[in-house]
Nanobody
Framework: QVQLVESGGGLVQPGGSLRLSCVAS????????MGWHRQAPGKQRELVAR???????NYADSVKGRFTISRDNAKNTVYLQMNSLKPEVTAVYSC?????????????WGQGTQVTVSS
């Protein structure tokens, strides 16, 4: 079983930056695809960014060019660098780990970390 613990959220001014971190337990981190999702009040949870076990990345159109997802397999950690922050990105950001095996799959979630962009 994988446990995910996010950190790095908080309150920042518009135009500022944050780096979210998600540390995973276990010894199989490198085999998981990792992602960041967010959910704002009254809205559906949406995918923000994803990185595969091979390092390929995908981003929501709204964050391309401003957010960067990366992973450090030696540290069992995935990051989300968030630059040029706008109030509209305010949400709870959650870390996700996915593994697909033969005839089975696993999907793990962290507890979430609040990101608030406000002056």
């Amino acid at each position: 079983q994988v446990q995910l613990v996010e950190s790095g959220g908080g309150l920042v001014q518009p135009g500022g930056s944050l780096r979210l971190s998600c540390v995973a337990s276990g010894s199989s981190f490198s085999r998981y695809a990792m992602g960041w999702h967010r959910q704002a009040p009254g809205k559906q949870r949406e995918l923000v960014a994803r990185i595969t076990s091979g390092g390929s990345t995908n981003y929501a159109d709204s964050v391309k060019g401003r957010f960067t997802i990366s992973r450090d397999n030696a540290k069992n950690t995935v990051y989300l660098q968030m630059n040029s922050l706008k109030p509209e990105v305010t949400a709870v950001y959650s870390c996700n780990a996915v593994f697909h095996g033969l005839g089975f799959s696993y999907d793990y979630w962290g507890q979430g970390t609040q990101v608030t962009v406000s002056s």
